[in-house]
């Protein structure tokens, strides 16, 4: 350890605090007279007074300690083991399963005679190995190298083993993450990479809800694999009947085919399917030919009526941007040729209405009434004097007639919902539309969504409104000329998705009623077998206030009738709960609180549906281990390698300690030495001075 003394002074300096120290020592005991010491402890005192004057002065000078440190760091070898399913569905599974962990322990065992060894074990996540059990369902390889930066960043990693088939199915590719890594990744070939004779479901494609009485469509892909001339079956059940099936004759050793099966909703809420293909001889696994999939059936779409003042191609868009939308049934009238209830629908679209011709105050009456919400769509057939007299939250002053071109501009203070960044980009490149030249006047339950620009200036003028005044919802649009957005959208992304979100998500807030309820719980409908349940429950006072003093309790029921009781935590004025991850099945809930005298409850459904992905590629990847060990200096080496691979790293001589100096400073003043080395010549001088009778 090598010492220094840093000054913010000349060094020069330091002449000063030893004459100090000098004239203070001389005066006390040279020059006075007066107190009689023998020479011994003239001297004694003189060297005391000296040093600890001198010391004082020094120390006012701030002077700083620099000491440069010098430690070892002993080399780090991690390894880190896949415990997915994968390794456990080939012809070694009985190797992977009974050999192989105590082999792998017994290897860490030499290494660490060695080095210092850290085990982990991947697949959903990195973890501190535990417990060897191949039950991990997904295998994210690239996590490796984001643990490594986290955990041992400036550290002496002197190389990496990964024990693996080469499988991943989540995450980077890992030849890319690893690039750029200072140290060798070694591997350790595990699986097999000969296909074996199975059949599998690789893939369900369905719908996550569908309507009742609907036919809707489950896409399966079957995939079998050295199954040359086999036949099968595959089924599809709810409720322990069979709904669909159809015989397989699988012609070729890397079978793959798609059947789409056409099922009828039959019953209202979440259900439960299974799709099954029937063994053949000799397969690998049976895990495999069976999948599980939820829907789920609601009663009906929402009906949305367009009634327009005449033919007019917006109307055309905002039906195609409608039924793009699964949640939404529109059908388009005339204002002439109408002759329906206007109760039968749930939402109301009026384009350039009302018009000179037609006056919509008897229907806008009923719609009120029946608690519709209606979109209105200015443009040159629209009668403004008689729009305002509807009172929709706006109202519209004509400055003169005719119109002008307004392109939409985002606002930014508009909080009713959020649209996507694609879609809030692309607002203002979709061409103008036809607003009338007027000024706005706005009520107080009034947003704006995108404001006008004209020409080249944005202005206070609002394109887009929405409007909700008690339990009243309404909307404009103060323009003609959407269908142009639409085409837009297509001709710059080869896609409508920019003009349907914006058309849907207006729809969308139309009509989803307010929940008044003062007890409220919101989760995921959808889980997968690997994801926690998250429950976030909200609890409002008579004033509608949040609140979260009384306790919430939650009760999750599975498809058996057991029944499992939580108590919800608190998160600001919330509350939050995660029940962990349950088995694949359908499960109720029922929460409840009491606030005051009143109990509330909440309760709903949720599914978890299983994730079957490590049994659908059983083909152990090995190049991919070799790549990612050569391209990182490292080799690939198999099981029963496993002491060449001890003597390699052992080998390696640039897997080493490493000495790493470092530079540490410390004010002086602050060490406990000096001042306990002052307090001893002070205590001392006191002694002897009052050994000999002198003050």
Excluded at 3 to 23: E, H
Excluded at 84 to 108: E, K, N, V
Excluded at 199 to 210: A, D, G, P, V, Y
Excluded at 349 to 369: D, G
Aim: glycine share 6%; with cysteine; charged share 20%.
């Amino acid at each position: 350890m090598n010492v220094n003394f840093i000054l913010d002074y000349p060094w020069w300096f330091v002449v000063f605090c030893f004459a100090t120290g000098a004239i203070a020592a001389a005066v006390l005991y040279y020059r006075n007279t007066s107190a009689d010491f023998s020479p011994w402890q003239k001297a004694l005192l003189s060297f005391a007074r000296f040093v600890v004057v001198t010391v004082v002065a020094f120390l006012l000078l701030a002077p700083l300690l620099e000491m440069q440190i010098t430690s070892r760091q002993e080399p780090v070898i991690l390894i880190y083991q896949d415990n997915t399913g994968s390794l456990t569905t080939t012809r070694d599974a009985a190797f992977t399963r009974d050999a192989w962990p105590d082999m792998l322990q017994d290897f860490t065992t030499s290494m660490g005679n060695h080095f210092t060894v850290n085990s982990y074990l991947f697949g959903e996540q990195v973890r501190a190995a535990d417990t060897l059990d191949f039950q991990d369902r997904i295998t994210d390889m690239a996590g490796i190298f984001t643990s490594l930066d986290v955990l041992y960043s400036n550290r002496n990693v002197g190389a990496v083993i990964i024990a693996s088939d080469g499988i991943y199915n989540r995450g980077q590719n890992p030849v890319f993450k690893a690039s750029g890594l200072m140290f060798p990744i070694y591997t350790i070939a595990m699986g097999d990479t000969v296909p074996q004779r199975d059949l599998l479901i690789n893939q369900l494609r369905h719908n996550r809800i569908t309507y009742l009485n609907n036919i809707f469509p489950l896409e399966i892909t079957v995939e079998a694999r050295q199954a040359a001339g086999q036949r099968t079956r595959v089924r599809v059940f709810h409720e322990g009947q069979v709904v669909y099936e159809q015989p397989i004759v699988i012609n070729s050793d890397n079978y793959f085919e798609t059947i789409t099966a056409e099922l009828i909703a039959e019953e209202v809420g979440i259900k439960r399917y299974r799709v099954e293909l029937d063994a053949i001889e000799e397969e690998i696994t049976l895990e495999n030919n069976q999948r599980d999939f939820f829907i789920e059936v609601i009663d009906s779409r929402q009906k949305v009526l367009i009634l327009s003042a005449g033919p007019h191609p917006d109307v055309g868009a905002l039906k195609q941007a409608l039924d793009d939308n699964e949640n939404y049934e529109a059908e388009v009238f005339l204002i002439d040729d109408f002759n329906q209830d206007i109760r039968d629908f749930d939402i109301l679209v009026f384009h350039q209405l009302p018009s000179p011709r037609a006056n919509l105050a008897r229907i806008v009456s009923q719609a009120n009434q029946a608690g519709i919400p209606q979109l209105y769509i200015l443009g040159a057939q629209s009668n403004i004097s008689a729009f305002n007299r509807l009172q929709t939250g706006v109202q519209v002053n004509i400055r003169s007639a005719g119109f002008t071109d307004s392109r939409g501009v985002p606002a930014s203070d508009f909080t009713l919902f959020q649209l996507t960044p694609e879609t809030m980009e692309l607002m203002p490149l979709f061409p103008p539309l036809q607003a009338p030249f007027a000024t706005f006047s706005l009520s107080p339950g009034t947003q704006v969504l995108a404001h006008q620009r004209i020409g080249t200036v944005t202005t206070d003028y609002p394109l887009i409104t929405l409007t909700q005044s008690g339990e009243r919802k309404t909307g404009m649009i103060a323009g003609e000329g959407l269908w142009r957005w639409r085409l837009n959208n297509f001709a710059r992304n080869n896609n409508h998705e920019a003009f349907n979100e914006l058309i849907s998500r207006m729809i969308q807030f139309l009509s989803v009623a307010e929940d008044r309820s003062f007890f409220r719980i919101t989760t995921e409908s959808f889980l997968y077998e690997n994801e926690p349940a998250i429950f976030d429950a909200e609890l409002y006072n008579p004033s509608y206030e949040l609140v979260n003093t009384p306790d919430v309790e939650m009760i999750i029921t599975n498809e058996e009738g057991v029944e499992f009781t939580y108590l919800f935590g608190r998160t600001g004025n919330g509350y939050r709960l995660n029940a962990g991850v349950f088995p694949v099945g359908e499960y109720t809930y029922l929460a409840r609180t009491q606030l005051g005298a009143e109990e509330h409850t909440a309760e709903g459904i949720f599914t978890v549906s299983p994730l079957n992905i490590e049994n659908i590629n059983t083909v152990a990847n090995h190049q991919l281990l070799y790549q990612l060990a050569e391209n990182t200096g490292g080799k690939m080496f198999f099981p029963y390698q496993l002491d060449d691979l001890l003597d390699e790293i052992i080998a390696r001589d640039d897997i080493r300690p490493v000495l790493y100096a470092q530079n540490q400073y410390e004010d002086i003043v602050n060490l406990r030495w000096i001042f306990f080395l002052l307090l001893f010549l002070l205590t001392l001088e006191w002694f002897i001075r009052k050994y000999t009778g002198s003050y």
